[in-house]
Nanobody, 125 residues
């Protein structure tokens, strides 16, 4: 059973930075194609960023492009989301999701098999 765990959320002022971490463990594989999603109050869960199994390909939602960077850590099962120039509208619960192989529907929640419990990010104005 694959377990996905996020960490690094918190409270930050507008313009500040946070780095979220995601680890996937317990499965047959050491790494997974990974996506970050977020869900704000009263909103549907939305795509934020994704990184391919190899790490060679990354994709971002237009709303975070140029401010967020998704990357793989030195440990194969770790993925980071560096969030800079944070805005109050970035406030949400951020979820990490993993799937065994690359999936062209990486912006869709249904493309992922494993999900973390989420970490709260709050950006004050």
């Amino acid at each position: 059973q694959v377990q996905v765990e996020e960490s690094g959320g918190g409270l930050v002022q507008a313009g500040g930075s946070l780095r979220l971490s995601c680890t996937a463990s317990g499965g047959r594989f050491s790494r997974y194609a990974t996506g970050w999603f977020r869900q704000g109050p009263g909103n549907e869960r939305e795509f934020v960023a994704a990184i391919s199994w190899s790490g060679a390909s990354t994709n971002y939602a237009d709303s975070v492009k140029g401010r967020f960077i998704i990357s793989r850590g030195d440990a194969e099962n770790t993925v980071y989301l560096q969030m800079d120039s944070l805005k109050p509208e970035d406030t949400a619960v951020y979820y990490c999701a993993a799937v065994t192989w690359d999936n062209r529907r990486y912006t869709e929640t249904s493309a992922y098999d494993y999900w973390g419990q989420g970490t709260q990010v709050t950006v004050s104005s």
